[in-house]
Nanobody, 115 residues
Framework: QVRLVESGGGLVQPGGSLRLSCAAS????????MSWYRQAPGKERELVAS????????GYADSVKGRFTISRDNAKNTMYLQMNDLQPEDTAVYYC????????WGQGTQVTVSS
């Protein structure tokens, strides 16, 4: 069965960095576009970044452009989100998603940016 497991969240001070990982199993990872989403308390879940299959074309929300970098290692069936210059407004639960006719989500990892 499809399984997505996020890791790498934590507490970081403003200006700090974190790298999130999403370990995938149960499907041909290299064949799928993958995405990172986040949900802050009291807000709707929002798309943060996506990376395509094949060429690995990336796209970002305006709020994270220039600070976050999405990548994937198909040999390891893992997607990453490098987050630099984190700000308090980046505080949220971060989820990885495999889009498609049937979408799959991980359980999420908490990122808290606070001094």
């Amino acid at each position: 069965q499809v399984r997505l497991v996020e890791s790498g969240g934590g507490l970081v001070q403003p200006g700090g960095s974190l790298r999130l990982s999403c370990a995938a199993s149960g499907f041909t990872f290299s064949s799928y576009t993958m995405s990172w989403y986040r949900q802050a308390p009291g807000k709707e879940r929002e798309l943060v970044a996506s990376i395509s299959a094949g060429r690995g074309t990336t796209g970002y929300a305006d709020s994270v452009k220039g600070r976050f970098t999405i990548s994937r290692d198909n040999a390891k069936n893992t997607m990453y989100l490098q987050m630099n210059d984190l700000q308090p407004e980046d505080t949220a639960v971060y989820y990885c998603k495999r889009p498609g006719l049937t979408a799959y989500w991980g359980q999420g990892t908490q990122v808290t940016v606070s001094s």
